[in-house]
């Protein structure tokens, strides 16, 4: 009897392995068709992008009231006492260390990125996504446990290294994804919509956290997540599997990108655009205690509803882009000049109410000139360049870092000397005066490799995207399987099966618009 139901036991048991066995398989078979697995990198990718953001702004409310507990509980292990005027310089150089840390991340990241960039383009995106990861995780932990400046300004200059890595490789990786210019800038607004999320909800989120249960736990539970995402990133995109990279093309040097006046032009105008944002963080909280005599958490929630005229702003132009794809430089250039009056009504506000619809103004503007300009630097590197995307994303990060570190450091300083009211007409005036070098890109959407041009990158080695799986599918033809998945038949010319479309009558297309 006892043999009987151990033999059933045993039975079930297996029954059951099996069932788990052919559940995972159906997993795998899942996670590797190629829609699905777009859509799992898109997840990994903007997951990533949320934490960097919220880690850039989670310290706001934490870090200087903290270091001034820590500056507090020193004076009065040292029996400290001094006058007002050593009050006041220890007030300044308290001010200067907590910019610094604040602008810390965002000048290690300026600093690595046109490394960064070309160690994407040379080992793919995965690999640095991990890496980006893996840093961010690190940071995070020794953010969580840090109980000095100095271990603090470790944490934030690890962050800055790790972003360099992990936003680069994973706005790049977007790019490469999603070829179609729809489905790009649908991909690209949804990862903008996170950076968004995770800018704005992070103080708030931080802020109570750090007042109800201490400074470790929003740290930890930032550090969780990020685990979690780089546990999916191995799993899912598997950065260190023994597949081939000598087909890779090699990328433009981000000198030859920096260079280019279409890329300049955008770089130049994602700087511009962010200078608002970047200068005004660190400001706006003591000119509202002075002018408005706003409580904390007014403070603490002046930039939550900004949330969603951001994310109206993407969908906005989202939907433009899909239906009028020539006028990309438009909707960047209008959000330029929306950036610009509402920074220049900003000192006019009296109550926190008035506040809240130039502030709302700003982000609105950002989303139009980000969601418009983002995806026109893939397409400028598709038609003038190679397409290889690391070095191009590390130009538009190197945009964004040049705003996000000067603002802590200078604004503050703007502020002291010239006053509030000047620095905010100086913001929105340099948008408006930029907003006509949009005009620039208005043929851009009209650009596309010629023919002789295609037949020389063929002749030297593949480099667009196109012609890179071009040369891939000829070398790999006798193996009756492409490179790119490892899942698409190959006819004997050594072409997708049942693509019908030679290529001189893709030669004489239409122009793709974006």
């Given at each position: 009897?006892?043999?009987?139901e151990?033999g059933g036991?045993?039975q079930?048991?297996?029954?059951?392995?099996?069932?788990?066995?052919?559940r995972?398989?159906?997993?795998?078979?899942?996670i590797q068709?190629?829609?699905r697995?777009?859509?799992?990198?898109?997840?990994?990718?903007?997951v990533?992008?949320l934490?960097d953001?919220?880690?850039?702004m989670v310290i706001?409310?934490i870090?200087?009231?903290?270091l001034?507990?820590l500056?507090?509980?020193?004076?009065q292990?040292?029996?400290?006492?001094?006058?007002?005027?050593t009050?006041?310089?220890?007030?300044?150089?308290?001010?200067?260390?907590?910019g610094?840390l604040f602008a810390?991340k965002?000048?290690?990241?300026?600093?690595?990125?046109?490394l960064?960039?070309t160690?994407?383009?040379?080992v793919?995106y995965d690999?640095?996504?991990?890496?980006?990861?893996?840093?961010?995780f690190?940071?995070?932990?020794?953010f969580?446990f840090?109980?000095?400046?100095a271990?603090?300004?470790?944490a934030r200059s690890?962050?800055?290294?790790?972003?360099?890595?992990?936003?680069t490789?994973?706005?790049a990786?977007?790019?490469?994804?999603?070829?179609?210019?729809?489905?790009?800038?649908?991909?690209?607004?949804i990862?903008?919509?996170?950076?968004?999320f995770?800018?704005?909800?992070?103080?708030?989120?931080?802020?109570?956290l750090?007042?109800f249960?201490?400074?470790?736990?929003?740290?930890?539970?930032?550090?969780?997540?990020?685990?979690?995402?780089?546990?999916?990133?191995?799993?899912?995109?598997?950065?260190?599997?023994?597949?081939?990279r000598?087909?890779?093309?090699v990328?433009?040097?981000?000198?030859k990108l920096?260079?280019?006046?279409?890329?300049?032009?955008?770089a130049g105008a994602l700087t511009t655009c962010?200078i608002p944002?970047?200068f005004?963080?660190?400001?706006?909280?003591?000119?509202?205690?002075?002018?408005?005599d706003?409580?904390?958490?007014?403070?603490?929630l002046?930039?939550?509803?900004?949330?969603?005229?951001?994310?109206?702003?993407?969908y906005?132009?989202v939907?433009?882009a899909?239906?009028?794809?020539?006028?990309?430089w438009f909707?960047?250039?209008l959000?330029?000049?929306i950036?610009g009056?509402?920074?220049?009504?900003?000192?006019?506000?009296?109550?926190?109410?008035q506040?809240?619809?130039?502030l709302?103004?700003?982000c609105?503007?950002?989303a139009?000139?980000?969601?418009?300009?983002?995806p026109?630097l893939a397409?400028?590197?598709?038609?003038r360049?190679?397409?290889v995307?690391?070095?191009v994303y590390?130009?538009a990060?190197?945009s964004y870092?040049?705003?996000?570190?000067?603002g802590p450091?200078v604004?503050?300083?703007?502020?002291?000397d010239?006053?509030?009211?000047q620095?905010n007409?100086g913001?929105g005036?340099?948008?408006?005066?930029?907003?006509p070098?949009?005009l620039?890109?208005?043929n851009?959407?009209?650009?596309?490799?010629?023919?002789?041009?295609r037949?020389?990158?063929?002749?030297e080695g593949?480099?667009?995207?196109?012609?890179?799986?071009?040369?891939?599918?000829?070398q790999?033809?006798?193996?009756g399987y492409?490179?790119?998945?490892?899942c698409?038949p190959i006819?004997?010319?050594?072409?997708f099966a049942g693509?019908?479309?030679?290529f001189?009558?893709?030669?004489?297309?239409e122009p793709?618009?974006?």
């Amino acid at each position: 009897m006892a043999t009987e139901e151990s033999g059933g036991l045993a039975q079930t048991a297996a029954v059951k392995l099996s069932e788990m066995g052919e559940r995972t398989k159906q997993l795998g078979t899942a996670i590797q068709d190629p829609e699905r697995q777009r859509r799992i990198i898109l997840v990994i990718v903007c997951v990533a992008l949320l934490l960097d953001n919220m880690l850039y702004m989670v310290i706001v409310p934490i870090v200087p009231d903290y270091l001034a507990r820590l500056e507090s509980e020193s004076e009065q292990a040292h029996h400290v006492t001094g006058n007002s005027s050593t009050n006041s310089t220890q007030n300044e150089n308290f001010d200067l260390q907590i910019g610094v840390l604040f602008a810390s991340k965002a000048i290690l990241q300026l600093i690595v990125n046109p490394l960064t960039g070309t160690f994407i383009d040379r080992v793919g995106y995965d690999i640095p996504l991990l890496i980006g990861l893996s840093i961010m995780f690190v940071s995070t932990c020794i953010f969580s446990f840090a109980e000095n400046y100095a271990t603090l300004f470790v944490a934030r200059s690890l962050q800055g290294l790790g972003s360099a890595f992990a936003d680069t490789s994973g706005i790049a990786m977007i790019a490469d994804k999603f070829t179609e210019e729809a489905e790009r800038s649908r991909a690209l607004g949804i990862a903008l919509a996170f950076i968004s999320f995770g800018s704005l909800a992070a103080p708030p989120f931080g802020g109570v956290l750090y007042e109800f249960v201490g400074k470790r736990v929003p740290f930890l539970v930032l550090a969780c997540i990020c685990l979690v995402d780089g546990i999916l990133c191995m799993t899912v995109l598997k950065p260190f599997s023994s597949r081939t990279r000598e087909n890779m093309p090699v990328g433009t040097p981000i000198y030859k990108l920096m260079i280019d006046p279409y890329i300049a032009v955008v770089a130049g105008a994602l700087t511009t655009c962010n200078i608002p944002l970047a200068f005004l963080e660190p400001t706006i909280a003591n000119w509202m205690e002075e002018t408005m005599d706003s409580s904390q958490w007014e403070i603490g929630l002046t930039w939550l509803p900004a949330f969603f005229p951001h994310i109206l702003g993407v969908y906005i132009t989202v939907k433009l882009a899909a239906q009028y794809p020539h006028l990309q430089w438009f909707y960047g250039a209008l959000g330029m000049v929306i950036i610009g009056a509402s920074s220049c009504i900003v000192p006019a506000c009296k109550t926190f109410e008035q506040l809240i619809i130039p502030l709302c103004g700003i982000c609105f503007g950002i989303a139009l000139v980000d969601t418009a300009l983002l995806p026109t630097l893939a397409f400028l590197v598709d038609v003038r360049h190679v397409s290889v995307y690391g070095s191009v994303y590390a130009i538009a990060d190197i945009s964004y870092c040049v705003a996000y570190a000067l603002g802590p450091i200078v604004a503050g300083k703007i502020v002291h000397d010239l006053g509030f009211v000047q620095l905010n007409l100086g913001m929105g005036l340099a948008n408006v005066l930029y907003a006509p070098a949009l005009l620039l890109l208005r043929n851009v959407s009209l650009m596309k490799p010629s023919h002789s041009e295609r037949n020389m990158l063929l002749e030297e080695g593949a480099t667009g995207l196109y012609d890179t799986i071009r040369m891939e599918e000829r070398q790999r033809k006798k193996h009756g399987y492409s490179s790119s998945g490892n899942c698409v038949p190959i006819d004997e010319n050594g072409t997708f099966a049942g693509q019908s479309k030679s290529f001189s009558e893709e030669e004489t297309s239409e122009p793709e618009y974006i």
